[in-house]
Each structure stands twice: as C-alpha cells, then as structure tokens.
C-alpha cells in the first residue's frame, strides 16, 4: 500500500470504529439488556440469553482488539509525515493482514459456544474482525430486541385486560353471577387464571412469544405473538355481553315478577267475585244450575315463590324459562276466572235481561195508550211479581215475559192494521 492507499484505510477504519463504538455502547444501554440481565428466565429465552450474554462480552473483547490494532496503525502512520518503505509494509500488514490475535471464539461466525471446543487463540484480518463483530451484534440486537419487544407489548396489556377482569368480577358478582352458580362465573374464573398463567409465562420466557417476520432478516423482524391474549380478551368480552344480559334479565325479572303478581292477584279477586257471585245467584236464582268456582291458584304462587327465590339467587338460567311458563298460565289463570264469573253470574244477566225487556214492552203499550188495558196489567203484574221475587224461577219467569208480549202484540197490531179515511184519521 502506497501512503495515500494507507490514509483513506485508516479513514475509513476510523469511521467505522465510530460506528461501531456508538452501536455497543447503545447495545449495552439498551433497556431489554437490562431486563434480561435482571429477571429470572426460563425456556427458549433462558437458553438464547446463556447464550447471548457471554456472545456481548466476546463482542467487547473484539472491539478491544480492534481499538488496540487500530491504534497501532495510527501511531505507526504518525511518526513520519512520509512513511518510510518498511513502515507501509508493517502498515499493509496490519490493515490487510492477519494482524488480528483473538481469543478462542466461534469459527466461521457463528454463535459462540460456551461448552463445545473452541481454539485457543486465532488471527484475523480488521476485515474478518469486523465481520464477526457484525455477526455477534446482529444476533445478540435481534435477542435483545425481541425479548423487550414482547415485554413492551404483552405485559401491559395483560395488566389493562386484568384490571377489566376485575371490574367485570365485581360487577358479576354484584348480580350474583358466582363460580360454580353459573357458567359465566366459571368462565371469569378460568380467564382469571389463564392471565395469571399468561403473564409468568411472558415476563420469564418472552422469546416463546414471539413470531419471526417472513423473509426478515432484520435483528427483531417479526411481532409479538398475542393469540392467547387474543382468546382471552375474547372469551372476556363474551363473559361481559353475559353480565350485560345478565343485568337486562335481572331487571326485566323484577318487573315481570311483579306484573305476574298483578296478574295472579286479578284472577284470585276475580275468583272471589265469582265465588261471592254464585251465593247471591243460589239465594235469587231457583230451579237454575249454577257451576262451582275453583280455588285460588296455589300451584301457581308456589311457583312464583320459587321464581323470585332463583332471582334472589341470580339463577337467570332457571329463572327465564320459569318465568316464560307462569306468565302463559297466569294469562289462563285469569282467563278460566272470568269464565267462571260471567258462567256464575249468567242466570243473574237472564233474569236483568228479562226484566229489561218487561219494562221496553210495558214503556212500548204505553206510548201506543194501551196502558191501562186489563190482560195486560194482569200479565205485566204476574211477570214483575215472578221477575222480582226470590228465589226466582227463570223458567216461569220467561214464560211470563213471553205471555206479556204476546198479549201486548196482540193488542198493538190490530191499531196499526185500522182502516183510515183520506185525512188519515180511522174510520
């Protein structure tokens, strides 16, 4: 090498000690080394960190070596402004030669191995030097990075996941919704453990957490693998709609409790109407069948004492198709005690309807001046005496009726069947 050729060397090998230096001292600066250094590891990443921790100290011991050598060529080169021949031999030999001594480390660039053999010193050219230095920064960048990737990413995560995990227990038990009463409790339960498990697994191992890029081979390429988060945070959200549900129902329950209550209540009133009805029918109704009036449901109000019992328990998936069963057969309940009031009841409407239609013939006869006719006071008399008294007999009643109107017909008909004279007036 001629002296111009020795310069841009040392310039360039300048430049390139800058470079280096500020990406070591950023390595050892980095907050992942640290972590690593400092936590208690296991699986894949304890065994790439036994790894990578004695690969950054070999990294040193080579950046040593290099300053050393590269030192030397400078205080070579500056003894004379123009180097003298044996002076740029010994500065080609350093620049270009293998003027490197190294510890035993890896051959070939590979990752250095703690337990296998290793020579016990090697020469290198800078070139070589240099190149190893990039490879071991490479791979103990890409440990480093990664494992502080996950850290960065999941840790978090988990932690926010958990704090919501804890609100949603709350608010589940608030509702009732315990492990072992029903299934979303059971579900809190095992995303609760999942996330514990999530967590250790990540802060002690982050390197299994991790998803290499395609085609990258950048140090760090890929992301964080978050599938197991993922199915958490799903199987959470799905728990929550289930609280939300939960409280819905729970809301619901109270008010259709109280309107079945309404609703049970009506029919019992009724039925007492009916069973009030059917005395008053039997002391003024004779000779008439009159049906008997049940009881009040009981079978039903037991079933409501149980319906609130499972609300009170917050037993929704017993209380919902329960409360779907009272509401149909309350609705009926209340439907067969009107029936039974309005079959109860039905001589008394006959015997108002007979004595409604006794009165509009009598009102009739007497807009037509026939009032005061004898056949009909006495069937009038005769109808109004069986129609008012008690008991009374509906049969005859009716039969009395009917007289009157026939009689009343026969007397109206005849006076609109009268000849009249070309005034109108009879003749």
């Not at 500020?22 to 699986?43: F, I, K, P, V």
């Not at 690969?55 to 011991?61: E, H």
């Not at 090697?122 to 990039?134: F, K």
């Not at 259709?256 to 209540?265: A, E, T």
Request: charged fraction near 30%; proline fraction near 5%; glycine fraction near 6%.
């Amino acid at each position: 090498m001629d002296r111009d050729e020795v310069d841009r060397a040392l310039a360039r090998l300048d430049a390139e000690y800058e470079a280096i230096e500020s990406s070591l001292l950023a390595l050892q600066d980095h907050a992942g080394r640290r972590l690593l250094e400092g936590a208690e590891l296991t699986g894949t990443t304890l065994d790439r960190w036994n790894a990578t921790e004695p690969a950054i100290t070999l990294l040193w011991s080579y950046f040593d070596t290099y300053t050393a050598t590269l030192r030397a060529a400078r205080e070579l080169r500056s003894r004379r402004r123009f180097p003298s021949r044996q002076d740029l031999t010994e500065l080609t030999d350093i620049l270009r030669g293998e003027s490197v001594t190294v510890a035993g480390g890896p051959a070939g660039g590979t990752t250095p191995s703690i337990t296998g053999p290793a020579k016990l010193s090697e020469r290198l050219t800078l070139a070589e030097l240099v190149s190893r230095m990039n490879e071991l920064y490479a791979r103990s960048l890409d440990m480093i990075v990664t494992a502080d990737a996950v850290w960065s990413a999941l840790p978090a995560r988990i932690d926010l996941l958990a704090a919501e995990l804890q609100r949603t227990r709350s608010l589940a038990h608030s509702v009732g919704v315990r492990p072992g009463e029903h299934p979303s409790g059971d579900d809190l339960e095992s995303i609760t453990r999942e996330l514990a498990t999530l967590r250790a697994q990540v802060v002690t191992d982050p390197l299994a957490f991790w998803r290499p890029g395609l085609g990258s081979s950048a140090p760090g390429g890929g992301r964080p693998d978050t599938e197991r988060y993922d199915r958490a945070a799903r199987a959470l959200e799905e728990v929550r709609r289930e609280i939300d549900a939960v409280l819905t129902v729970r809301q619901d329950a109270e008010q259709r409790l109280v309107r079945l209550r309404d609703v049970l209540s009506r029919a019992d009133r009724t039925l007492t109407e009916a069973r009030s009805a059917r005395g008053e029918v039997l002391a003024k109704i004779a000779a008439s069948e009159v049906p008997a009036v049940g009881g009040p449901p009981t079978a039903l109000q037991e079933q409501l004492v149980l319906a609130a019992d499972y609300r009170r328990h917050a037993q929704w998936h017993r209380l919902s198709p329960l409360l779907e069963s009272l509401e149909r057969e309350a609705e009926n309940e209340l439907l067969r005690a009107r029936e039974s009031l309005t079959a109860v009841t039905a001589p008394l409407a006959v015997r108002a309807e007979l004595r409604g239609r006794l009165d509009a013939y009598k009102a009739k006869v007497a807009r037509h001046g026939m009032a005061e006719d004898p056949l009909l006071i006495e069937r009038y008399d005769a109808a109004r005496r069986m129609l008012w008294s008690a008991p009374c007999d509906l049969r005859v009643a009716e039969q009395a009726v009917l007289r009157y109107q026939q009689a009343a017909a026969e007397v109206l008909v005849p006076r609109r069947t009268e000849p009249s004279d070309h005034t109108g007036n009879p003749s």
